[in-house]
Each structure stands twice: as C-alpha cells, then as structure tokens.
C-alpha cells in the first residue's frame, strides 16, 4: 500500500477529523472483492491529489463499530469529509475520474 494512504483506527480518524481539510476514508475488508479492485484506485487516487486531500483506509473486520457508526451497510464505501463534517457518500466500485469529479467541488 501507498505511503500515502493512512490506515486508520478510531483515534486516528478522530485526529483526522479535527484537522481542516478534506478527508476521503475507504471503508474496506480483505475478503471483500470490490474492495481489493478499488485499492489501486485509491492509491491512484492520492497519487493524483496528493498534498489536497488525505487519504485512508478502515478495515470494518477491525473496526466494525466504527463503520457501523458511520453507517456503513455495504463496503466499499468511501466517506468523504470536509473539515471534519462528512459532504459526500460513495457506495460501490468507481474509476477513479468518477471519484475526483465527486470530491473536486470540496477542494
């Protein structure tokens, strides 16, 4: 995995989270196989906005509570954060132009 993508815990998520910015999270799991073809996706993706967003990655196998807090019913889901407040939900597989055109309006 990229050095750029954060694999992150609750505490991790939080500090995150109080940071300004934007965040895009990767709800994902190892067994999970859209999950694994949107893995270079995403390195892809903070390759491509690297120093504009942050990038990382919730194991919901680890971190199950964590998901289900956010409510995530299906993986992969990404969660995109502005400042800290979630502005926009990806639920599925999607190339990687249908992820920035999502997320560019926060930038």
């Not at 991790?12 to 940071?19: I, V």
């Not at 990038?55 to 889901?77: E, F, M, Q, R």
Request: hydrophobic share 45%; with cysteine.
């Amino acid at each position: 995995m990229s050095e750029r993508i954060r694999v992150l815990d609750p505490q991790s998520l939080e500090q995150l989270l109080r940071a300004p910015g934007v965040l895009v999270v990767d709800f994902w799991a190892e067994w999970c196989g859209p999950c694994r073809m949107l893995a270079p996706v995403m390195e892809q993706l903070a390759e491509k906005l690297d120093g504009k967003i942050t990038v990382g990655k919730i194991n919901v196998d680890d971190h199950g509570a964590l998901g289900a807090s956010y409510g995530v019913l299906s993986i992969p889901t990404l969660l995109v954060f502005k400042d800290g407040q979630e502005v926009e939900r990806l639920v599925g597989l999607r190339p990687l132009d249908a992820i920035v055109e999502s997320i560019s309006a926060y930038l």
